[in-house]
């Protein structure tokens, strides 16, 4: 379309004036034909400084908006998406960006709930290194842990409770095990 308004249109009046006047009785002045050309050069060159500023928006404003989303994510903001444009390649980048983030907030929901329950230091060592089946000899102490009363607990309260009581346990058993270097 930028092409079609901004070249193809003003050689076409340029054009269509040369056949005219060489085909036709009714011949033009030199200078009026002059006036005629320049007239069309200016429209045409006014023309396609508009269109190539309204066409290289069109490109650049998607790609801001992604720069500015990863500056964000960078920051250390989650959650982030950009709004997708259209179809074109720069509407399949902003689709795949927020697809990426997409997978790695639940990376990250998945890290978080993977570390409250077996400790900081061995859900970052297990996604580390992965996690191999067979085993090896360690010297290790283990805590067995019990509350007192939570089977009666469990049987008077409601579920929620129940949850929200053992979760904030664990959390308190995590912490002074982690504060004490145990994995």
Known sequence: MTWGLGTLMPVAGIVLLCVTQLT????FGSDALAWSVLALAVMSIGLALVLSLLTSSQIS???K???WA???????ASGVQVEVFDG???GRLQVGFNRMMSESDERRR???LFGQH??????????QYGTELGGETRYVAVLFVD???STATAAERPPNEVVELLNEFFRVVVDVVDKHHGS
């Open 24 to 27: 036709t009785d009714n011949e």
């Open 61 to 63: 404003d998607p790609i």
């Open 65 to 67: 908006q992604l720069r």
């Open 70 to 76: 990863i500056e964000r994510v960078q920051r250390g």
């Open 88 to 90: 074109s390649e720069i």
């Open 110 to 112: 998945l890290r978080e």
């Open 118 to 127: 077996v400790g900081e230091d061995v859900a970052r060592r297990a996604l």
């Open 147 to 149: 509350m007192v009363g």
